[in-house]
């Protein structure tokens, strides 16, 4: 069961939903939160072959969005990240989707890892495998609105064993092999 704008500002207002640092109730939307670009971006290094049995992780460049912004061109894949942290209970789930006028333009948020582990025991970015579908050169700022995060109340907690590879992160984090 996904949780409402009212569920959603309740939980914020009792401490069950956090989120750091301080953020505009404005963004509360009907099923979930705004989410707003970070400032540092990942961008793969080209020409590099990724066995996904293991082996070598790719590598990635940091890149410190200016006030000029980065263009992201068509086709091209980056790893952002959400300005907004967040912590949960164990027994809600967050899940990262895009916004409608983005998709529009041909950008997308995720890469089919829409589920956000590793937000319960402190409050957590989330990374965004954000790619260019379209035939547009797009401008990414710091602290546009790029995504919206919804939060899923689950059956029981999750149990305390419960561990991801990419918990607590605090910025765009690369894949781990």
Known sequence: MYLSSTTI????????????????RADIRPTGIRLHLDGTILV?????TVDLAGGKPPSFDPVAIGPEGY??????????????????PRDIICL???????????IIVHCTASTVDGNYDAPA????EMANLGP???VLRPGIPVALVLFAQLTE???AGSVTKYGSQQSAAAPKL
């Open 9 to 24: 500002a309740r939980y914020l207002d009792e401490g069950k939903i956090k989120v750091l640092p301080s953020f505009d």
């Open 157 to 159: 907690p999750v149990g």
């Open 44 to 48: 793969p290094r080209p020409g590099q």
């Open 71 to 88: 263009v992201l061109r068509p086709g091209e894949f980056i790893l952002g990240a959400t300005a907004e942290k967040f912590q949960v």
């Open 136 to 138: 547009f050169d797009l």
């Open 125 to 128: 970015s989330v990374t965004l």
């Open 96 to 106: 990262i989707e895009g916004r409608s006028t983005d998709a529009r333009l041909g």
